[in-house]
């Protein structure tokens, strides 16, 4: 298949896609399918797009994700782009007309350089309403999780987060966890005081407008990466919703 590169970056559709859904993901070549197989089947009632970012990994995982593309996707309307950062495949899946895939494959690895990498989500924030978060190693398992976290979400403005139930997997074996229990509502000093997080990141789905307000504080030097962070600065400013459902792995 002859392919022309459209230089530069795709210009987001702006007021399309609903839920901005972000893969990252740095040599899982093992376990990459799986992540976009639990993404490509959520069942909606609205258009969203799966950004996922491979960090210019080096056990073949971006071989992985271009088959997967040629073998979920309608080619004949794909839109490939090329820069100094990346490589990119903008694509419609096949079967799923709601889901999009938008694979960037970098140049070099900008673990080292969060600030370069937080401007490829910048543009893809400005134009959804919730984002949901899949890292490369962890995978979907309900159809329907995006659809009632939206659900949610949309109907009572007070709540910014949604999270669920979820499995750890060990090989070939599967721990259930959280599966009840969990707090909702304001749950800011339960975060603070507790050892443990028990907000599963691969179960979130959060208000952008939120995140974009909570940024300026979490982003701050002196917070370490992670997720914790962010939950912690998202409940100062609004209440969790827990689903009782396990949604994923």
Not at 118 to 133: G, I
Not at 150 to 178: A, E, H, P
Request: net charge neutral; charged share 20%.
């Amino acid at each position: 298949m002859d392919v022309k590169n459209i230089i530069g970056f795709p210009t987001p559709k702006r007021s399309y896609y609903k839920v901005y859904v972000i893969t990252n993901t740095y040599n899982q070549s093992n376990y990459i399918e799986d992540c976009l197989n639990g993404v490509l089947m959520q069942e909606t009632d609205f258009p969203f797009i799966h950004h996922v970012i491979d960090d210019c990994s080096s056990d073949g995982e971006q071989e992985v994700i271009k088959r997967w593309i040629e073998n979920n996707c309608d080619l004949r309307t794909s839109e490939y782009y090329d820069n100094e950062t990346c490589t990119i495949i903008l694509a419609s899946a096949q079967k799923n007309p709601n889901y999009t895939i938008l694979a960037y494959f970098l140049k070099k690895n900008l673990w080292k350089y969060p600030q370069e990498k937080d401007k490829l989500y910048t543009v893809w924030r400005e134009v959804c309403s919730y984002e949901a978060l899949c890292e490369g190693d962890d995978y979907w398992i309900n159809s329907l999780k995006l659809q009632k976290q939206v659900g949610f979400l949309d109907s009572q403005i007070d709540y910014g987060l949604v999270y669920t139930g979820f499995k750890i997997r060990y090989k070939d074996n599967f721990i259930s966890q959280s599966s009840g229990g969990c707090p909702e509502g304001n749950v800011y000093d339960r975060l603070l005081l507790n050892p443990s997080n028990f907000v599963c990141t691969v179960t979130t789905c959060y208000r952008i407008s939120l995140y974009k307000q909570v940024k300026p504080y979490y982003s701050q030097p002196y917070f370490k990466m992670g997720d914790l962070p962010l939950w912690l600065a998202l409940s100062h400013v609004s209440k969790f919703k827990y689903i009782k459902e396990i949604t994923s792995v």
